[in-house]
């Protein structure tokens, strides 16, 4: 206690009474992500720039405790909790956008800002920002970097990684380094993107701008099954046709969201695909009939286009509200996150939903059908223990049937503290021990995020975690 | 494995005492754990087509060819996915993705004999990476052998993977320094229905107007280059300011609707003529890239600078005026969409220009310290700075090299910082 109390009296010393938080009802907000994992942190500080996040980590190294960087807390893994407890740096503070370079199309940003504001803030200078988890209106670009995140567009511009133009971060000796994919040597910046906060405490991030596309059209196609409309997505990626996002939503999902969000998806499909085209106006018209003529082929039973901007972002709401409008059907789900080969979509929800059906719960099935990564959300109530414990196996069988099929076990979360034990099922201990000397690299005393990504094994102690999740609010 | 002459394998000054030719991926490992065990410095070889990239080692007794692991291991046009053996050359790899409708777009020179481990290892850039994006962005899984023997695995076949670090992205670019990649999995794009590649020279007083109208340009072109020199090798003759190469790939009706849009934005800058080439683009796009490394003989350097596109014109001032000072004559490619500049320094006179090259290397470092070498006679490349002024990042690389490579067995000295 003492020692935590002189943890405190150091942040407090270096940043300002106002800047650290110590009590536990101040830490409790500090203490889970979207997995049903907590545990309260020592300390929550909230920095307002990289020097403070500098002496934070210093404070953390003298002090001999772990720094867990927080972003919103939407990720699905556990990966912004401070299992090990420590100092909780949460980016809150830093959520400016530093400097904003149109004809460049490139942004600086805080690693706080929240993904949609870039895009808002840039939309008059006819830019956005690609990466569009269905977080977006709350999770912030630094956690989208830790996670390489995607969201529904990543299927045509790809994820985090591929956006990153240059990072400013606080390496685990407090020293504040800059990286930029225009320095010779090692790619500091791709090798950042996506380490879960375990490498390094990321303050600033250069970012790529996109420019708005001269024509956009959203529609959907209804289908009988999920399965024949993954059939479909398979068949129009394979033909080539540049669609921005193919998402898909099964019966349930489909049922949740129109009752929330009155988007007008057809309740009676079994699924729904929807379809996002842009580009100049003649190539997205013909991609459109390209697209409606294949949905007909495999059975499709209705075709929708958006008439206009606000038809499109009602399609587009109701998706990205998919897993917080499922709190109508169930108390709590919990959100699986495993991608495939983009041909084995079809085998992969059938899995589910024959894995689902093994274990008595419902399932809903939210997909990023382009890129074969699904969301299976399994329903179930966390104070009835057999189905907490059913829901960790159905989460576990999906994760090894996705392996069976040639796919690995996060697309766009990671694998933080939830998923860390079910990484040997992809990787060998040689494959390991080789990420594990990139870990060493950066942070050999690991104040970074401990306990994260690396199975148990590699560091000892901790409890098994029980896996039952609940997304926040 | 075969043994083989090592005098193909010589880099600057020095040949190695052993070459070894791969056939299998136990070869590179058997190769690579004795030479750890021992002290021996290995360097990696593909078609070798990049080797004059950065600094020669500082060590060097063993060079490992890599370019008859070249085998399509796994292709799946319906998932857009590729598997191949690292020495699999890009031409081979170009092929087999075309007889599906594919393509990638890794623009690097010498596609014949460019294997993809050299062009990945290289962390080479092309032209069309605005359009399409980097070559470590299609780089979705790879096998390694590192410094030590082991065969360690990263990333997958799915398009989306955040299992584990993304090992496969620190890999790209490394230059033969961490580890010896043996096999890459990539994601592949379908094959754009048209191509049209548009040639015009730049009158004198117009190069100013055409950067900035082709920037604004609504129908974004896949690359778009100002040349200026190397009139042996790329098409096309330069007006007084160079020559314009835009290359548009799309549809078929937006390919001709940027034309259109092309010709006349071009004309309202000044340049009255625009030559269309609609058929062997190929190979016309690929003379092009050649000429990023392609030597003069054996009397000039080529230079590569990156950086934002509003300032590679003064990059590209610099490098002239550099150049004249040293009595040096420079021929250029400016990327408008991308940013980098291609310099190839040279002289008509061969006797003095080992004299004159190591002056101009000297001065440039201050005008142009991000500057790299990419080609450059072997018999000066110890007198020269390979990679110019090193990044702030350097102490976190040399950490990373440490852990992958405690002996240093991989390519000792030639990256960055003396890595």
């Excluded at chain 1, 942070?443 to 148990?456: A, G, L, Q, T």
Aim: glycine content about 10%; overall charge neutral.
């Amino acid at each position: 206690m003492s020692d935590a109390r002189e943890l405190g009296r150091r942040l407090r010393e270096a940043l300002g009474t106002d800047s650290v938080k110590t009590t536990p009802e101040d830490l409790a907000a500090y203490s889970f992500d979207a997995c049903g994992e907590d545990r309260l942190p020592d300390a929550a500080v909230l920095p307002n720039d990289a020097r403070e996040v500098s002496a934070i980590v210093r404070i953390a190294r003298d002090c001999g405790v772990p720094i867990v960087a927080r972003g919103a807390g939407t990720g699905l893994c556990g990966g912004a909790v401070p299992v090990s407890g420590g100092i909780v740096v949460s980016f809150a503070r830093m959520n400016r956008i530093v400097s904003l370079d149109v004809p460049g199309r490139r942004a600086r940003v805080q690693a706080g800002l929240v993904n949609l504001e870039l895009s808002r803030a840039t939309a008059a200078s006819g830019l956005f920002f690609g990466p569009d988890p269905s977080s977006q209106k709350s999770s912030t670009l630094g956690g989208n970097a830790a996670t390489n995140a995607g969201g529904p567009r990543a299927y045509s511009c790809g994820s985090m990684s591929a956006h990153v133009l240059g990072i400013e971060f606080v390496d685990a000796t407090g020293d504040i380094v800059c990286a930029s994919i225009d320095d010779p040597g090692y790619d500091l910046v791709a090798t950042l993107v996506g380490s879960e906060g375990t490498l390094g405490i990321v303050t600033t991030l250069d970012l790529r701008l996109l420019r708005m596309p001269r024509a956009v059209c959203v529609a959907f196609a209804a289908f009988d099954a999920i399965e024949t409309a993954s059939a479909c997505v398979s068949a129009i990626v394979a033909a080539g046709i540049g669609a921005t996002a193919l998402e898909i939503m099964d019966r349930t999902i489909v049922r949740a969201v129109e009752a929330h969000y009155h988007a007008g998806y057809p309740l009676e499909a079994g699924a729904v695909l929807l379809v996002e085209l842009a580009g100049e106006p003649a190539d997205v018209e013909a991609s459109e009939r390209a697209v409606a003529t294949l949905a007909r082929e495999h059975g499709a039973l209705a075709w929708r286009s958006a008439a206009d901007a606000r038809e499109r972002d009602a399609l587009w709401a109701a998706r990205k509200g998919a897993a917080g409008a499922l709190g109508r059907i169930a108390p709590n789900y919990y959100i699986q996150d495993a991608t495939v080969p983009r041909t084995r979509l079809p085998q992969a929800v059938r899995a589910v939903e024959t894995i689902a059906r093994g274990c008595g719960l419902p399932v809903g099935n939210v997909v990023h059908a382009g890129d074969g990564n699904l969301h299976p959300l399994i329903m179930f109530d966390r104070r009835v223990p057999r189905e907490r414990e059913a829901v960790v196996a159905a989460g576990h069988e999906i994760l090894a049937a996705c392996i069976e099929l040639g796919g690995t076990i996060s697309g766009e979360h990671g694998i933080g503290y939830e998923k860390r034990d079910t990484l040997p099922l992809v990787y060998s201990s040689d494959d390991i021990a080789t990420m594990q000397r990139l870990h060493d690299a950066f942070d050999p005393s690991r104040v970074f995020n401990p306990e994260k990504i690396f199975p148990r094994g590699a560091i000892c102690g901790e409890v098994l975690a029980p896996g039952a999740t609940e997304a926040p609010p | 494995m075969t043994q083989t002459s090592s005098k193909k394998y010589a880099l600057g000054t020095r040949a190695p005492d052993f070459a070894h030719v791969a056939e299998t991926i136990a070869d590179v490992s058997a190769t690579l754990r004795e030479s750890d065990a021992i002290g021996r410095a290995v360097v990696l070889f593909g078609g070798g087509t990049l080797q004059g990239m950065g600094s020669v080692p500082v060590r060097y007794d063993v060079a490992l060819d890599c370019s008859r692991l070249n085998r399509i291991l796994e292709h799946e046009p319906a998932d857009l996915t590729i598997a191949v053996e690292a020495g699999c050359t890009l031409a081979n790899l170009e092929q087999t993705l075309a007889a599906a409708g594919r393509f990638l777009p890794l623009d690097a020179p010498r596609a014949s004999l460019a294997t993809v481990g050299g062009t990945l290892a290289s962390g080479w850039l092309g032209p069309r990476r605005a359009a399409y994006g980097r070559s470590r962005d299609f780089v979705i899984g790879t096998t390694c052998v590192l410094a030590d023997g082991t065969i360690a695995s990263a990333g997958g076949m799915v398009v989306k993977n955040v299992t584990g670090y993304d090992l496969s992205k620190l890999y790209v670019g490394s230059l033969g320094t961490l580890v010896a990649l043996v096999r890459a999995n990539l994601r592949t794009l379908p094959l754009p229905q048209a191509r049209r590649l548009a040639i015009a020279s730049l009158p004198e007083g117009t190069r100013a107007r055409t950067v900035s109208h082709l920037a604004a340009l609504a129908i974004e072109p896949a690359a778009a280059v100002i040349v200026k020199g190397f009139s042996k090798s790329i098409d096309g003759s330069d007006g007084l300011d160079g020559r314009v190469f835009v290359l548009f790939e799309g549809t078929q009706r937006t390919v001709d609707a940027a034309t259109r849009e092309l010709r006349s934005t071009l004309g309202a800058a000044g340049v009255p003529e625009t030559r269309l080439l609609e058929r062997d683009i190929g190979p016309a796009f690929a003379r092009l890239i050649d000429a990023y490394i392609e030597p003069l003989g054996s009397r000039s350097i080529t230079y590569r600078s990156y950086g934002a596109p509003a300032n590679a014109t003064p990059r590209l001032d610099a490098f002239e005026r550099v150049a004249r000072a040293s009595d040096l004559e420079a021929e250029t490619i400016e990327d408008l969409r991308t940013g980098d500049v291609i310099a190839r320094i040279s002289s008509r006179l061969t006797p003095d220009f080992a004299e004159r090259a190591v002056a101009f290397d000297a001065q440039r470092r201050t005008a142009l310290a991000g500057a790299r070498i990419v080609s450059a006679p072997e018999r000066l490349r110890a007198r020269l700075d390979g990679w110019g002024a090193p990044p702030a990042s350097l102490a976190t690389m040399k950490a990373v090299k440490a852990r992958f490579d405690p002996h240093g067995t991989l390519a000792p000295g030639r990256f960055v910082g003396r890595i």
